[in-house]
Nanobody, 130 residues
Framework: VQLQASGGGLVQAGGSLSLSCTAS????????LGWFRQAPGREREFVAT???????????DSVTGRSTISRDNRDNLKNTIYLQVHTLTPDDAGVYYC?????????????????????WGQGTQVTVSS
């Protein structure tokens, strides 16, 4: 599966960011898709993941309650996920990566582990101005 992220850029503190990621390929609809982010000098951090059917979403602690992940899976060959994060702070800045996980976990901590994701997009930069 190929992953192409878009969105990001410069956003103001207190505002919102919107990102999208398109997964394409013969089995695009079979993957659980999510977002991680990484700031300079910090480890890659789990943001959110949504299951292949779009019914279950999991969020990282730092964005819980102020973010939404959604999915358009009407096309089996091309699925798109969307991420919105509100009430931004400078801690939300970083490179946001879209990733695909093959396995179903009924456990947020497993989805939060980047080693469980097989494919990664190129990343999109988000800068938060204070």
């Amino acid at each position: 599966v190929q992953l192409q992220a878009s969105g990001g850029g410069l956003v103001q503190a207190g505002g919102s960011l919107s990102l999208s990621c398109t997964a394409s390929g013969r089995s695009a609809s079979a993957w659980h898709l999510g977002w991680f982010r990484q700031a300079p000098g910090r480890e890659r951090e789990f943001v959110a993941t949504i299951t292949d059917d779009g019914r279950n979403a999991y969020y990282g602690d730092s964005v819980t309650g102020r973010s939404t992940i959604s999915r358009d899976n009407r096309d089996n060959l091309k699925n798109t996920i969307y991420l919105q994060v509100h009430t931004l702070t400078p801690d939300d800045a970083g490179v946001y990566y879209c990733a695909a996980c093959r396995y179903i976990f009924y456990d947020r901590d497993r989805y939060a582990n980047p080693t469980d994701y097989e494919y990664w997009g190129q990343g999109t930069q988000v800068t938060v101005s204070s």
